[in-house]
């Protein structure tokens, strides 16, 4: 089992939103906060990835892969 792991900047990249952004999100309460922390640093999961792509109404390149 393959598991992508991300960190704050590499979300906001692939979101194409700015990093802070996602921390008012998550802060805010607007989105739950992730579940793994490394080093007191948030580390995101492809789930919290989908997540926070459906909040900022993003489609991700997977995402474009299946609806095709």
Avoid: C
């Amino acid at each position: 089992m393959k598991t992508d792991l991300l960190l704050l900047q590499d979300v906001a990249e692939q979101l194409g939103v700015r990093y802070y952004r996602v921390v008012y999100a998550i802060k805010s309460g607007q989105v739950p906060d992730v579940k793994l922390r490394v080093g007191n640093r948030r580390v995101f999961q492809q789930d919290e990835l989908r997540r926070l792509a459906d909040f900022f109404g993003v489609k991700l390149k997977e995402q474009e892969a299946h609806a095709k």
